[in-house]
C-alpha cells in the first residue's frame, strides 16, 4: 500500500463483552501488519452497549444466557463456533470462566476518558477484552477497571476518580442512539477514513481492501 498524504482514521464501533468484536480486532490488527508504523492509521474506538439496560451490578451468567439463547446448552452450541472463530484468530475465548454478565457503560468511558488524554487507547481496550474472555474477570467493577487502566499505564486514582464522576454518561448515550440512527444494529463496525464501512469481524484480506479503496474514494 502507498504511504497516505494525510493522516487517516479507522472508526470502531465495538462492545467489551461482544465476542466478536474481539475477533475482529485480531483481523483488523493482521490487515494492518504489513504497513510500516509511520503510516498506520489512527484507530479510535467508539462505545455500543449490547446490554444497555444491565444493572451497574451485573447480572448472573447463567441467568443471562438463558434469557438470551434460552439455556446455557444452546448458548455452547452457539458459543463453539465463535471459540473455533477465536481459535483461527489466535485467541483462546474461556466463556466458562465468566461467572457475571456486566453493564460496559463503566468501561466504555474509560476508554472514551483515554482517548479524551490524547492516548491510544488499544492497549487498555485489549486489556478489557483480556480481562473478560479469557481471564473472566468482572469489568464492571470501577476497582477492576482502575486496575487494567493502571496495566496500561494510565494513574488508577485519577481512572477511579472519573469512573466515580459523570464524565461519559451522556455522550454514549447519544453514540448509542447515533450509531442505531445510522443502522449499526451489530458490531464490530468498521469505519476507514469516513468513506468505507465494513460490518462484522470480517478476514484481514477484507479489512485491508476496504483501506484500499477508503483511499482510491480520497
Not at 487517516?8 to 501488519?33: N, T
Not at 474509560?110 to 486489556?127: M, P, R, S, T, Y
Not at 460490518?199 to 483501506?211: I, K, N, R, V, Y
Amino acid at each position: 500500500m502507498n504511504t497516505p498524504s494525510s493522516p487517516e482514521v479507522i472508526d470502531v464501533i465495538s462492545d467489551v463483552v461482544c465476542p466478536w468484536c474481539y475477533i475482529g480486532k485480531r483481523h483488523l490488527e493482521a490487515s494492518l501488519d504489513k504497513l510500516a508504523p509511520e503510516s498506520r492509521p489512527l484507530i479510535r474506538w467508539h462505545p455500543f452497549q449490547l446490554n444497555p439496560d444491565l444493572p451497574a451490578q451485573g447480572i448472573d451468567r447463567r441467568s443471562y444466557l438463558e434469557t438470551k439463547f434460552g439455556g446455557a446448552d444452546r448458548a455452547a452450541q452457539i458459543y463453539e463456533r465463535v471459540r473455533a472463530a477465536g481459535r483461527a484468530a489466535g485467541l483462546e475465548l474461556d466463556f466458562d470462566r465468566i461467572e457475571r454478565q456486566p453493564n460496559t457503560i463503566d468501561a466504555h468511558r474509560l476508554i472514551a476518558w483515554a482517548q479524551a488524554e490524547g492516548q491510544d487507547a488499544d492497549a487498555l481496550v485489549e486489556a478489557l477484552f483480556r480481562a473478560y474472555f479469557i481471564e473472566g474477570r468482572f469489568i464492571g467493577d470501577r476497582s477492576v477497571l482502575a486496575e487494567l487502566a493502571q496495566t496500561c499505564g494510565y494513574d488508577a486514582d485519577q481512572a477511579k476518580a472519573m469512573l466515580d464522576s459523570d464524565f461519559g454518561l451522556a455522550d454514549i448515550e447519544e453514540m448509542g442512539q447515533r450509531t442505531r440512527q445510522m443502522g449499526i444494529t451489530g458490531v464490530p463496525f468498521f469505519v476507514f477514513n469516513e468513506r468505507v464501512g465494513v460490518s462484522g469481524a470480517q478476514g484481514a484480506p477484507t479489512l485491508a481492501d476496504a483501506l484500499v479503496k477508503s483511499r482510491e474514494a480520497a
